[in-house]
């Protein structure tokens, strides 16, 4: 397999076609409209308001203007006498810090926004932070900011960065995470979907701090984190106790940590807010000079809105070469009541820290709705507190490519909804993410995703490169059983996804139930094909690589390669007529290929894949029923460790007396080296024999433009 590239090579090329096609008849911004080309606009940070708009070589009044909101307005006053007109915003380097979101109506359909040729501009929403005084407090040597605003209530933030550096909130344990002692609210028979708002944790771990109820802990269970602010620790029993409850029931030995509070302000390059006093606390890296130092932190909970309607829709907005940096959700005041109110399902509650899977409710840094036909390419998007990108009801059409989502406090991309629309003009469908690179997620709400698509069909996810997340790679489907779902004839293809559960820097598993592809309900027309998936690892159960879960329908998974998973690289819940075909799967660590649910009806068709391990067993979960439950055919299986291969308790030869593995042998695939992920074969291989057909992944991953 080839090393993929970094996207920051080939960011802005494109850029000098797009200058050559305003250059001639756009020169002059608001003077000089002729019929050579679009309208052109531009922006730079030395530019001044007062200006036209002209091109950044022009001085004075006849020169750029300072601002984005500034440009948008000259591009509509020229648009409300110009109908139809093409215009284009073009963007300097620089920083270009908004005060509140860039919203796009449908009167702007056609506008593009790019960068300058080789320019780096950056959106942001967040407010640098200088003047650091340097303190000493309870023995500690620190930099301190006064802000009023968090001190009045009016402004609180959990992340900020330094240059490029996600700085971190003042955390306990330093590194790794601390267990749940015991839950007394939880007992052996408690609903596991029902939440505590207390739990002890073993002595020593927290102590009852002066500033302890200014922080916050992050609890895992099941699949899910959650969010939850200290109310007071009772050292007597050493319990902890929260204004809110957990997600889902809290079981012993389920990790948790704690954030911002004073006393655990303990190593440079952390931070500590203090919501009482507003004062800001920051313990200095070596070589670090206050006078010099300026931090970010988020003001805005999204960058750009794109707001179209069913019977308008915003289309053929183009964003080229724009960095989307700075921003922040979390649980902001309404979000689960009134106009504010966050719509999916199941609905939010503020008395729960959390959401049910994927913190789905999380936004996006840019939001969408009713868009169609837009397109965001060689497009970053860093330093964020939610989703980077949020295509939701009604768009269709769009196309996202070459793009960086980076340090993601959520996850990449979320496309269409949880609810079920009826209407064809709500409903997404027929999106592109291609070529992109989504990588190190999850940074607050952890179990987001790297793409996810909710009730969505007609989309294609290719040639993408996924890694670092600690939930699921990309989830696809919002319905669970057998009931009506729009997630259908989607094509995923040639993704390189890896590295989720566990960081590629050793950090995790610390949620389970996850997969580097994840599907729920019915998939008609889905394909699943030419990707590879590895180093999928779930802390109680579930690290798997391709994972059907409730109610997955008529999917087909083939020709992909899965390798060094925890739970299988393959495992269907339960779910009816998939098909698993031409695929090799290798080295999960408990078991290969997983069934957990017994139905009368066929389950699934698993043909003419290889598969290989050294530990753990070939079946996992339940096999009972027939051929007409469940089908296996023409396989070829294969330890390396030279162990006893057995289907449950049953040689191969038992097996296939049952109806199963008609035509499948064990036998050395002869991989070409496949502990080091080189799964090509070699000559003379036995796969032929049970009808595999060798595949191609030389161009799994982002592609050159």
């Keep these: 397999m080839r090393k993929l590239r970094y996207f920051g090579l080939v960011v802005f090329v494109p850029a000098l076609f797009w200058w050559a096609g305003c250059e001639s008849g756009s020169r002059e911004g608001t003077a000089g409209v002729g019929k050579l080309g679009p309208r052109a606009f531009f922006v730079a940070p030395q530019g001044n308001d007062a200006a ?64 300058l040729p080789g320019a780096t501009p950056i959106l942001s929403g967040g407010r640098p932070l200088s003047g650091w005084k340097a303190v000493t407090r309870e023995g500690k040597n620190l930099w301190m900011l006064e802000l009023p605003e968090v001190r009045e209530g009016r402004w609180y933030f959990r992340q900020l960065w330094a240059g490029e550096q996600r700085l971190v909130r003042a955390r306990h344990p330093n590194q790794g995470y601390f267990e749940i002692a015991a839950v007394p609210d939880a007992k052996p028979d408690s609903p596991w979907n029902v939440g505590q708002a207390r739990f002890r944790v073993k002595a020593g771990e927290i102590q009852d701090w002066p500033t302890l109820k200014e922080g916050e802990v992050r609890a895992m269970t099941r699949w899910v984190e959650s969010h939850l602010p200290v109310r007071a620790f009772e050292a007597a029993n050493q319990e902890l106790s929260f204004t809110k409850n957990s997600v889902f029931k809290l079981d012993p ?181 291609a070529d992109c690179h989504i990588h190190d997620g999850g940074q607050i709400f952890h179990s987001a995703i790297g793409i996810w698509l909710g ?22 489907g919002w319905t669970w059983g057998y009931t009506r779902a729009l997630a259908t004839n989607n094509l995923v293809e ?65 020709n992909n390669v899965v390798y060094h998973t925890t739970h299988g690289g393959f495992h269907q819940h339960y779910g009816r007529e998939n098909v698993v075909r031409n695929n090799i799967f290798a080295f999960a660590r408990d078991h290969q290929i997983q069934r957990s649910r017994n139905e009368p009806h066929l389950s699934f068709t698993f043909a003419h894949n290889l598969v290989l391990w050294k530990e753990g067993v070939a079946l996992g979960g339940t096999w009972a029923g027939g051929p007409t439950n469940f089908l296996m055919v023409s396989n070829l299986y294969w330890r390396v460790d030279g162990g006893e291969i057995r289907f449950g308790k049953q040689t191969l030869s038992e097996w296939q007396q049952g109806g199963q593995d008609v035509g499948s042998v064990i036998a050395d695939p002869l991989f070409v080296d496949p502990a080091r992920g080189n799964f090509a074969l070699k000559p003379g291989s036995p796969a032929a024999r049970v009808g595999f057909q060798p595949f191609d992944l030389s161009k799994v991953g982002p592609q050159k433009p």
């Design 253 to 433: 030995g389920d990790q948790y940590y704690l954030e911002n509070t004073f006393e655990t302000l303990d190593q440079p390059g952390e931070w500590y807010l203090e919501k009482a006093s507003g004062r800001l606390y920051y313990w200095p890296r070596p070589g670090e000079q206050a006078e010099k130092f300026t931090a970010v932190a988020p003001v805005l909970s999204q960058v750009v809105r794109l707001e179209g309607a069913s019977n308008q829709p915003l289309s053929r907005v183009a964003f080229r070469g724009l960095t989307f940096a700075h921003t922040e959700w979390y649980f902001p005041p309404g979000f689960d009541t009134g106009r504010d109110k966050v719509e999916v399902w199941p609905p939010p509650k503020a008395s729960i820290g959390g959401f049910a899977q994927a913190a789905v409710g999380v936004s996006g840094a840019v939001w969408g709705e009713h868009v169609h036909v837009a397109v965001f390419e060689h497009c970053r998007f860093v330093h964020l507190g939610g989703y980077a990108l949020e295509l939701g009801r009604g768009c269709q059409d769009n196309t996202v490519r070459w793009c960086e989502m980076a340090d993601l406090g959520a996850g990449g991309v979320k496309l269409g909804e949880t609810a079920l629309r009826t209407a064809e003009a709500d409903m997404a469908r027929g999106n592109v993410i």
């Design 494 to 558: 040639f993704n390189h996804v890896h590295h989720i559960g566990r960081k590629s820097n050793g950090d995790g598993p610390i949620l389970s139930d996850m997969g580097g592809i994840y599907t729920l309900g019915l998939h008609e027309g889905t394909v699943i094909r030419n990707n590879l998936w590895h180093d999928c690892y779930g802390r109680r159960y579930g690290g798997w690589g391709i994972y059907f879960d409730e109610g997955t329908t008529r999917i087909v998974a083939e």
């Design 455 to 476: 009730q969505t069909p007609g989309n294609r996810l290719v040639h993408n490169h996924i890694h670092d997340f600690y939930y699921t790679g990309i989830s696809i």
């Design 52 to 115: 036209n708009g002209a091109r950044p070589t022009v001085k004075g009044k006849d020169g750029p203007v300072a601002t984005l909101e500034r440009a948008l307005e000259l591009a509509r006053q020229v648009r409300a006498t110009n109908a139809g007109m093409p215009l284009r915003i073009y963007l300097a380097s620089g920083t270009y810090r908004l005060t509140r979101p860039l919203v796009l109506k449908p009167t702007d359909s056609g506008l593009e926004i790019a960068a």
